[in-house]
């Protein structure tokens, strides 16, 4: 015993200590979030604020407040603002009402062939955002398959209807996992409770279902808002001249050169997305406190009517959601839409800088993506909820800041502060998209966080305390008791990270270079430029390869998940 | 004295709570002490703050003669078994009770040998390729001692550790525990909130309170003299009477009883504390007539060995535990009025 000890006072003065350790790391994230996340944000703030030579391209450096005055003075301009809001709260309360009904036919009825219904409604988180758009030119355009082949009419869905139709079909799944997460955690014998003193079926829907759910609809609602109100895919797509704030970013900088109206716009956004993401994440926590872990899984049969509707009703979504998917891999095999409907290969002969070499520059990007960004998250997680050093809020406000800026705003903010002449990332590291790479990964930093400090939430104290006690150091007890333990955890967050990287638009639209091309922005493009069978052809690869990585990922997931519960 | 563990002045806080207050409190080699009080007394922090796991925010922790409270939980060597086991769950049983031995850069063959020799000793060699989960509780907690054991820490931790088994094998494993502790002769701390477990257990029990220490004593002391109202009503079980004390005579609201105590205190506004055993059931034809109070019977608990019998005197209820052949003997049954004796030298008096 004596020999054991005085190793250990030996080792004394050589090993750092764990909390130096969890300084260091904690402060690399955090000082790395300081200067992609919080410097970007800042800067446009500023820039906003700074008089714009447009003849030199250049800020003059002068503070003023004439580009807000500009804009709101610009009727012209202000359209781009209420029309966004307009698109946000029609997208919003369509999505809530659809996604809840789904949801609540999913966790307090008794259809059948519910998991196969989740998984469906999930099916638009594989497709980038301006798929939906895509789809419904196909359907309902100028010469799209309804409008035109089947009713002759000269109607169509361009403008706000058709974002705001968009809007609904991308955001569906987004809203349906809280709003099935709600249900689910309500305890279902509240109702049961309420049946047996008397309350009808519509009574205890309205009394009882809907106010215990209320906060999981409210954190939904403000979700989609800030989703619809921050895409840029879509509207650009089928907006057709209808402006909003995301486009309006666009073709300011990238089309007129204005990085004055640019920031001004990107601040004017930040404005209502801020705001959405505070208040979903405020009622996410209040309905995080609703939660019964008493909540009773087991549903009493449903009246034959009412489950006749609920069967109906999903299997229409569904179909929609599938309809949607299908009618652009569709669309890529077909030879000229509407005119020509020989099947043909043609359309995956890009004829695009990179050609074919897009999806695979987005490929590795994004398993890059995947794999810093699950285990920085983790690190992350780790740190905030085990270790909890001083500087453990400020972390873990840093962290959760990206879900409020959009995307659109972090891609003009990189462009605006680390390809400028005086530093230029890119040319540091010629030819390496690291500047993509960092952006999606910071973008994407809330969610990754927040599901990693679950999971740590879940390990317990004593586990972490029994291999201290038992001699490890931090990076042993990481090692060999903190990642074996949280490796569901870690491939989910990979995945997570993976698809949002294929997917993403508006976060990179500003950083892709003559070197760097990615699928995604190459379907914008080939759609603008009136290729709309090759940008269906990119679609369908995207979705093919995020598929077919999913199902590779999902199998090692089953295996250990199955493995974890077999151990609990 | 050298070798003992010394905690002087420690006194912890969380943010505004003060978790523990300035204890003092030392461990002898080889001693089996326990923290025994309610949840919130402040056992746990102690016990962490002894494993290292908390930082104390003033005093010191002495043990060997140096102060330890900078060192980290790795460097001090002190086993410790948690009431979650904490087993890792990934690891087989071997692999658990190996990673201190690991940990602490053992030769590979010493490891071998003393997993197998630790698992001999808590009875689980045949479940050495088995994971946590294919366990019982009770299997898990062997597994989680012999983990702690295994690289020889010169101090063991037991916080809890037989709070989430069930009653039975509760008995029969600390038991188990204290044999082990014994042939070993491993200082060991335990931290419970159940008084059964603490006096059976141990060789020293320390009664806490609020963050402080109310007494610290051998078992039998901490039954038989409690030091303070607090310990006889926490230890055990107690009739109170609370009243004005004058020439040993105690003035209740509802009787006056006589007091014969060698007690320091003799006069003043306090509470004579009895154990139930200590009172007698007399039959109506009984000569005592001095300390008797006539009540009502209106509870009886069947306890194997012994009836507890609850009886009512106005609003005041006496508890009485008596053999169950003499209850049998008595045969007495519920809502008859019953004479109870208290004895005048059996009380123990504490001031209010």
Known sequence: MSTISTKNLQSNKTILEDRHIVYIIGGIIGIFLLIFLALPVLNIIRLSFTEYAPKQFEFTGKLTTKNFVDYFTDSNMIQSLLNSLWIAVWSMLFTTVFAFIFAYGLTRTTIRWKKSLYYIAMIPLVAPSMLQAMALISLFGSNGLITSGLLHTDWNIYGPNGIIVSEVLYCFPHAMVILYTTLSAVDSRLDEAAASLGASGWTSFFKITIPTARYGIFSAAALVFNLAITDFGNPIIIGRGYKVLATEIYLQVIGMQRFDLGTTVAVILMVPSVTAFLLNYYFTKKSASMISSLANPEIPPTRPAKKTFFTIYSWLVAFVLVSIIGIIVYKSFVKVWMYDWTLTLDHFNFRIPGGLGVLWTSLWISLAVGFFGAFLTMLNGYIIEKKNPFFAQPLYLLSIIPAAIPGLVMGLGYILIFNTRFMNLDDILYGMPLLIVINVLVSNFTLGTLSSITNMKNIDNSMDEAATSLGAGITNTFIKVIFPLSKVSFMSNLIYYFMRSMVTVSAVIFLISPDVHLAAVSVINLEKDGKDGSSAAMSTLIILVVVLVLVVFGFFTRKKKDAVLTEE | ?352
């Open chain 2, 1 to 352: 004295m050298a070798e003992n563990l010394i905690l002087k002045d420690i006194s912890k806080s969380f943010d505004k709570f003060q978790a523990v207050k300035k204890i003092n409190l030392e461990v002898g080699k080889g001693e089996f002490l326990t923290l025994l009080g309610p949840s919130g007394c402040g056992k746990s922090t102690t016990l962490r703050m002894i494993a290292g796991f908390e930082a104390p925010t003033a005093g010191e922790i002495i043990y060997k003669g140096n102060v330890i409270n900078d060192l980290t939980p790795q460097k001090r060597n002190f086993g410790i078994v948690f009431q979650s086991y904490a087993l890792f769950p990934h690891m087989k049983v071997s692999d658990n009770v190996a990673f201190g031995l690991r940990m602490h850069k053992y030769p590979k063959d010493k490891i071998n040998s003393r997993v197998d020799e630790f698992l001999d000793i808590v009875g689980l060699k045949n479940a050495k390729h088995k994971y946590p989960s294919e366990l019982s509780g009770g299997m898990q907690q062997r597994v989680a001692l012999a983990r702690a054991l295994a690289p020889s820490p010169e101090v063991l931790l037991l916080d809890e550790p037989l709070s989430a088994l069930d009653a039975k094998i509760r008995v029969k494993l600390r038991a188990e525990i204290k044999e082990l502790q014994t042939e070993l002769g491993i200082t060991t701390i335990y931290v419970t909130h159940d008084q059964e477990e603490a006096l059976a257990i141990s060789d020293r029990v320390v009664i806490m309170n609020q963050g402080t220490i109310e007494q610290i004593d051998v078992p039998v002391e901490i039954y038989k003299t409690p030091t303070s109202k607090y310990v006889a009503d926490f230890v055990g079980t107690s009739n109170f009477f609370e009243g004005e004390l004058n020439n040993g005579i105690l003035k209740t609201k509802n009787c006056t009883i006589k007091i014969n105590s060698s007690s320091k205190i003799t006069s003043g506004n306090i509470t004579a504390s009895m154990r139930p055993e200590q009172l007698e059931i007399i039959d109506g034809d009984s000569k005592i007539t001095e300390n008797v109070i006539k009540g009502k019977l209106i509870v009886i608990i069947y306890l194997g060995l012994i009836i507890r019998l609850i009886i009512r005197k106005n609003d005041h209820e006496i508890i009485v535990d008596i053999l169950e052949k003499d209850f049998t003997r008595m045969k007495m049954v519920r809502g008859q009025d019953v004479k109870v004796h208290f004895p005048s030298d059996g009380f123990l008096i504490f001031n209010n």
